[in-house]
């Protein structure tokens, strides 16, 4: 390129796609282009809070981990039986007593969530870290599986209610009318991003994440504990994992065991869209498919939106195998 | 026991060093004996009860197909090393080949013999499509484009219905026919037995072709990939060329599976080749052991009975046997409350996983593989030995 | 000897029927006479569960209900659903196990209408008579699009071996078209559907049905079953602001959670209109429409294919409640209905032939030989020459804020109706 837009470029991109996105929203929806953007913004969110989680474990140990998307599924499981059991079934008027119940149940969702990822990895990958690259993929598979139907035969067969405890009021900002679940949503998976941007670049761990992602061998060398390294990042991925279960509960009040399937494959397309490994990108990533679904069914041809996201998996995959923003190997964590 | 498999070892020595020399002899002979012996089951108590033979041929009929999709992605896994998670996607192209050559829907009448080589070849075709651009890529990412292959092809035949049916699938697909040749024309629905010996001929065919590719120029470059890319590479080896081979065989197999299936079941929807189709070749494949096309055979065998009939028969022995409760402490189990068909899935994954960690091999491993799969154990025990003395 | 027999013929029934043991059943006590069986071929575990289990008690009940002179009537139970989910090729698999077993004579089932296409080239080569509870799609009997019903019936295109009690999706499509135009007198639409058989097929039939009355199709959009998220379909309709908004689907494949999300972005008052998949259950009902849609209820209409005004409806449910100590299910009744025209062709048939092949025969003529007349618990009715039930009458419900269910308000007979 003759232009070195240098560290503009990446805002740049994200500018330019959202200009494109809400000018495309508005051939295809009208009146209605606002809402429709702010409905890709917050599946967006929620595929990008899995992608996160999917693009670290690869970053890390080069590993595909089917097994994330159940994550999601089952942290999903976790609000629901936390919010059933503390008796809540619709919204909660007392702002400080939704404040507390939700960060209760987004604490226990993300450390039940992280602790499960971390006896997977420990369980049935850690054993096959040095194997070929075949096993410790069919191993995440079966994981996958596992879980999946772990859920089936324990809990429900079919549709599970949640109870949507935040109250459904619209917002206006100015020109700007937003529901609150839709701006709590963004607000709180960009937020759990930046934290995860700080805590990679700035904190000792995160400092070990990188250098193990870098060279496995010269970081242990540097003295990196690389187990405990590993087990980190299963740890924050799938707590994110598990928090975006609980958005899926809060958004749709409804959850299903088969759910972590499809939801793990689309977050999996935005962490390649993204570049894998790499986390900026993976964010972005999930936000460009929730463009992608929302704009199909905007166009009308709702039917075909999983035909488009995988479709556009197997051409990034052909044609640019890097991801939009490319494989930043020093970012890769 | 060590002692004694040497001694049977040395005993069958000469059998099986002529078998090993006349392969596809061998194998006519083997698959001659399995389809002699297999109707012959239903004599058996326990069996006896489960059905009439009628039942028993055509089940057997239903495993042949998932029979030759374990063949199939066995070349694909077991010998090039290539994970393919969308292998449904070319037994669903197949089928749906099948269903446009001979059927009312396309109001063609094309015989199920050609149909079938039809069949095998637009598989193939697909297979190349796919892998041409992907195989450049690292394995891992071949694994995540077949899966979303495998997802977006039943997408397809679902919602373009203008040249689909779409959801409805398409019906009334020919059966076989024989033309009264030799006085026999006994394909339909309510005789399994051509059936039970056209898939048993096409089962027969594919494993001596697969045999043969294995011991061929073509098979020592599979193994000589999967064991290390980059030597290969240098060795003058094309691996694109070589994966792609691999790609469209595999593909191809499944071709040939779709057809038959298409063709014995004489109406197909999108709705029958979704991932757990995959799933299940690919569990068939690890468990009969990767790289060995006998093991896979067999293990693709197992697995299909044990899904189609041993967890129903389970489950009515369980509760046949009217067990009282067992209280254990907070947790009662109760055995006539349990449904083992549900657990189908759990047992699946749960065989993976096991599998992977204390058998990689398989239940009949190929001896080629069970030793690259211990070598990288050895491996793994040797860093770990090197972490600890470092420490 | 015994235990393996037992355990063939109880493979499934023990799920459904918890308290008998596991053999075949045993219904009519009159002692001795020549042993037959009647067929169930639903799916019995799973997801799908509540809609066999239900259905195949019904036909347990109408089996110890009613007696055949001569003749000990018992079932074999057969299960299609894979991973809890029906499956066409395990369906074909079982039907050539009824077939296959010279003691089947009549088969209740299937409920999904993919197991029908798999399930009907067998039934019709062996001329074993299946009679459908449940079944809806209109091509398994009539020319529907570009597809035969003879392309089934290849081995004997003019032999009826399937017939069905349930009305077909034309008819219940119109019903809700019925109740979108004339019940809520809404000129203006927007169609969903969820790509599946029925779902499309309901959708299709509705579109079709209220554009003849003379209302508007604003947009007609599929979704993927699979997923959760509605919320763009809810924009775009929040856009078109329809009159009404009709769903072809079930409550698996997101009925309520479209509903649901309609009410969260304040559609509520927009009334809805579904096929039979939404009337299944009171709010109270875990996984039911009313419960997933919760302030979606309000506005919602729903359609089953099924007269209401039984004349003993009540004493149906009392009976079925004494026995399994649960409401009966949609489709029980119709699941009775199936075994009371086997157990009538029976008595009609039966006496004095012993050779099973023969009798097998001579049912499925009767049963396909539209002057025979039935009595049974959906009232009274015969079956067309293509197999398809002469009763076309679709109840439409309401939901009550009140009692939070669905309350019946009138049923329709289609039959030759001029909207069709």
Known sequence: MAIDFGRWRGPIVVAGFLLAAYALMVVSAGAQAQDQFINALTIGAVYALIALGYTMVYGIIELINFAHGEIFMCGSFVSWWLLTTLGFTGAIGDPLVLGGVLVLTFITAMVVMGIVGVVIERVAYRPLRNAPRLAPLITAIGMSFILQNIVFVTISNSIVTIPQILPNTALTFGPIAIRQINLFVIVLALGLMVALQVFVRRTTLGRAMRSTAMDREAAQLMGVDINSTIALTFFIGSALAGAAGVVQGLYFGVTHFQIGFQAGLKAFTAAVLGGIGNTTGAAIGGFVIGFIEVLASSFGYGRWSEAAVFGTLILVLIFRPTGILGQQLADRA | ????????????????????????????????????????????????????????????????????????????????????????????????????????YSGLDTPFWIMIVVGAFVAAVFGLLLGAPTLRLRGDYLAIVTLGFGEIVPLVFLNADTYTNGTNGITGIAQPSLYGLAGINGFGFTNPWPYYITVLLIITIATMLVYRLQDSRLGRAWVALREDELAAASMGINTVSTKLLAFAIGASTAGLAGVFYSAKLASITPQQFEFQVSFTALAMVVLGGMGNTWGVILGAFIVYEIQSQGLHQLDAFAKSLHAPPISLGPITLDLSTINFINYQYLLFGLALVLMMLLRPEGLFPSRRRREELHEAAAEVEATAADAVSQT | MRFTK???????????????????????????????????????TGGEAPNGVPTANGVQLAVQDIQVPGFTVTISQQDDAVNGKHDATQGAKNMSTLVNDSQVLFVVGPYNSSVAQAEIPVSNAAGLMQCSPANT???????????????????????????????????????????????????????????????????????????????????????????????????????LNPAVVAYGGVTTSGLGLFRKQMAAQGLQTIPFVGGDGIVDGSFATASSFLQIAGDGDTNSYGTVAAIHDIPDAAAFATKYKAKFNTDPGSYSAPGYACTQIFLQALKAVGSGVTDLGQLREKIRAYVADSGNKYDTVLGSFNFDKDGDTSQHVISYYKFDPTKKDWAYFKQRDFTADPVK
């Open chain 3, 6 to 44: 037992l355990a063939v013929f109880g493979m499934g029934a023990v799920i459904a029927f918890g308290a008998c043991s596991g053999a075949a059943s045993p219904g009519a006590s009159g002692g001795g006479g020549i042993a037959v069986k009647i067929g169930i071929e639903l799916p019995m």
């Open chain 3, 137 to 239: 799609a209109v091509q398994l009997t009539k020319p529907w699009g570009s597809a035969k019903p003879t392309d089934l019936r290849k081995t004997n295109p003019d032999k009826i071996a399937y017939v069905r009690v349930a009305t077909t999706d034309d008819n219940q499509g119109s019903g809700m078209a019925d109740i979108a135009y004339n019940t809520i007198g809404a000129k203006s639409v927007y169609v969903l559907d969820d790509t599946q058989t029925y779902g499309k097929g309901l959708a299709d039939a509705f579109t079709n049905t209220f554009t003849k009355f003379g209302g508007t199709l604003l947009k007609r959009d599929g979704v993927s079953d699979k997923t959760t998220d509605f919320t763009s379909y809810v924009t775009t309709a929040k856009g």
């Open chain 2, 1 to 104: 026991m060590t002692t004694t498999r040497i001694g049977l070892r040395q005993r069958l020595g000469p059998a099986r060093e002529f078998l090993r020399g006349h392969q596809s002899l061998s194998i006519t002979f083997g698959m001659a004996i399995a389809a002699v012996v297999l109707p012959l089951i239903v004599l058996i108590p326990p069996f006896n009860g489960f059905g009439t033979q009628k039942d028993f041929v055509g089940g057997f009929a239903d495993a042949g197909v998932f029979v030759l999709l374990a063949i199939g992605l066995n070349v694909v896994v077991g010998l090039a090393g290539l994970l393919d998670l969308g292998y449904a996607a070319f037994f669903a192209i197949g089928a749906y080949t099948m269903a446009y050559g001979a059927s009312g």
